[in-house]
């Protein structure tokens, strides 16, 4: 049975940081996208980032909104990704997701994600 499981939520001041992880058990997902989005309240889930795989080695791409505050990273030997989360709003208060999508090298797209953690609550204060 697959399990993805987040934690390093919490609530930080506007300016701090934050770093999220996610443990995927079950099986590998080193040749799978990994990504990471967010839901606010009242709002859809969205994109925030991720980490597919490329001929080059790992492809990274993120949402306009975290570009240059937050960094994705993998770890495929120990099936973890992790969210870097730095220079916090208080927009990005939100539930985390970290997602894989087992069909795919490359997704940014929820619909293409089979697999979805329980999510992490991350508060920012003004």
């Known amino acids: 049975q697959v399990q993805l499981g987040e934690s390093g939520g919490g609530l930080v001041q506007a300016g701090g940081s934050l770093r999220l992880s996610c443990v995927a058990s079950?099986?590998?997902?080193?040749?799978?996208?990994m990504g990471w989005f967010r839901q606010a309240p009242g709002k859809e889930r969205e994109f925030v980032a991720v980490a597919g795989i490329a001929r080059s080695g790992d492809s990274t791409h993120y949402a306009d909104s975290v570009k240059g505050r937050f960094t994705i990273s993998r770890d495929n030997a120990k099936n973890t990704m992790y969210l870097q989360m730095n220079s916090l709003k208080p927009e990005d208060t939100a539930v985390y997701y970290c997602a894989v999508a087992s069909r795919y090298y490359y997704a940014t797209t929820p619909a293409r994600y089979d697999y979805w953690g329980q999510g992490t609550q991350v508060t920012v204060s003004s």
């Open positions: 079950g099986r590998t997902f080193s040749t799978s996208a």
